[in-house]
């Protein structure tokens, strides 16, 4: 089974093409096919201007009509479209929901916060890691970062919170959207035992490559400490130079990193795991589960 998912962020969109298989033990195999990234930037607009402007729009349409020629090329029958923080806040995103749907056939579902953190658990990581752990998955975008929490195998608490990479470059996140932040974690993780998070999001991946760790070795919040520091002290051409970062990550990386230190902080969480994956992943597995319901009602 090929299934595609389309996540339009406040940084980029990405397409993402899986396919599905039995493995050789029953169980079912996700295995990336396609990953394609287009860095719209759409925050920049909308958390400036409240709206997204003409030629970002145009960009938009551009990016899903391609979007949809590879989804053909690839014969893919079954997808998902999601848009998560820049289009919630965006005024004209039901304008610009209808002229993809008219331009490419493609739907796009505006979701909430929750529901983006819901999906990016539907991944199911912590699973396959220890049960006397408490995990917190740490998802950080442009415009939002999702935190769930869960601990014994049982989801405790999922939530977003208006603080992104993007609305921290344009000075946009606010002392009261911090303390609200530490005030959450603190009170939803206290009594629980040892934290470890795991953090999603192109960011904490690039760091995780750069950091050139072994696949499923953790990051730890004193690397992660380091890695901050040394960002902030370069321009963000010293950073595409020295570190070979695409500029729409460059510039983004710093605040990225330091949400990340402080919900780490705030957790008492000392080691953070980065297995790869994100909201297109988390569309993956819902549609398979979706797709698999439907096929055995017919």
């Given at each position: 089974m090929r299934l595609a998912a389309i996540d339009i962020g406040s940084n980029a969109a990405r397409l993402l093409i899986t396919d599905v298989m039995a493995g050789p033990q029953g169980n079912t195999e996700f295995i990336k096919t396609v990953l394609v990234r287009v860095p719209l930037r759409l925050g920049f607009d909308v958390f400036d201007k409240g709206l997204i402007s003409p030629g970002k729009v145009e960009k938009i349409v551009k990016t899903i009509k391609s979007y949809r020629l590879l989804l053909d090329v690839y014969e893919v029958k079954h997808w998902k479209a999601c848009a998560t923080s820049a289009m919630r806040d965006a005024a004209n995103a039901p304008e610009i929901i209808r002229q993809v749907k008219?331009?490419?056939?493609?739907?796009?579902?505006?979701?909430?916060?929750?529901?983006?953190?819901?999906?990016?658990?539907?991944?199911?990581?912590?699973?396959?890691?220890?049960?006397?752990?408490?995990?917190?998955?740490?998802?950080?975008?442009?415009?939002?970062?999702?935190?769930?929490?869960?601990?014994?195998?049982?989801?405790?608490?999922?939530?977003?919170?208006?603080?992104?990479?993007?609305?921290?470059?344009?000075?946009?996140?606010?002392?009261?959207?911090?303390?609200?932040?530490?005030?959450?974690?603190?009170?939803?993780?206290?009594?629980?035992?040892?934290?470890?998070?795991?953090?999603?999001?192109?960011?904490?991946?690039?760091?995780?490559?750069?950091?050139?760790?072994?696949?499923?070795?953790?990051?730890?919040?004193?690397?992660?400490?380091?890695?901050?520091?040394?960002?902030?002290?370069?321009?963000?051409?010293?950073?595409?130079?020295?570190?070979?970062?695409?500029?729409?990550?460059?510039?983004?990386?710093?605040?990225?990193?330091?949400?990340?230190?402080?919900?780490?902080?705030?957790?008492?969480?000392?080691?953070?795991?980065?297995?790869?994956?994100g909201l297109a992943d988390g569309l993956i597995h819902t549609l398979y589960h979706e797709t698999r319901l439907s096929e055995l009602e017919v």
């Open positions: 008219e331009e490419t056939g493609l739907e796009i579902e505006v979701i909430s916060g929750d529901q983006e953190a819901s999906l990016i658990y539907e991944n199911h990581i912590a699973e396959n890691m220890s049960d006397k752990e408490s995990y917190l998955y740490i998802d950080v975008g442009g415009g939002s970062t999702e935190l769930t929490f869960f601990s014994d195998g049982k989801l405790v608490f999922k939530k977003s919170f208006n603080i992104g990479t993007i609305r921290l470059l344009k000075s946009q996140v606010t002392e009261t959207a911090w303390e609200e932040l530490k005030e959450t974690i603190r009170e939803k993780t206290k009594g629980y035992h040892h934290v470890t998070a795991i953090g999603t999001g192109g960011n904490i991946n690039k760091v995780f490559s750069l950091s050139k760790k072994k696949d499923g070795k953790p990051l730890s919040l004193e690397l992660l400490r380091d890695y901050y520091k040394e960002f902030s002290n370069l321009s963000v051409s010293q950073r595409i130079s020295l570190h070979k970062l695409r500029e729409d990550r460059a510039d983004v990386i710093v605040p990225a990193l330091l949400i990340y230190i402080n919900v780490m902080r705030w957790a008492d969480a000392e080691e953070i795991y980065v297995p790869k994956i």
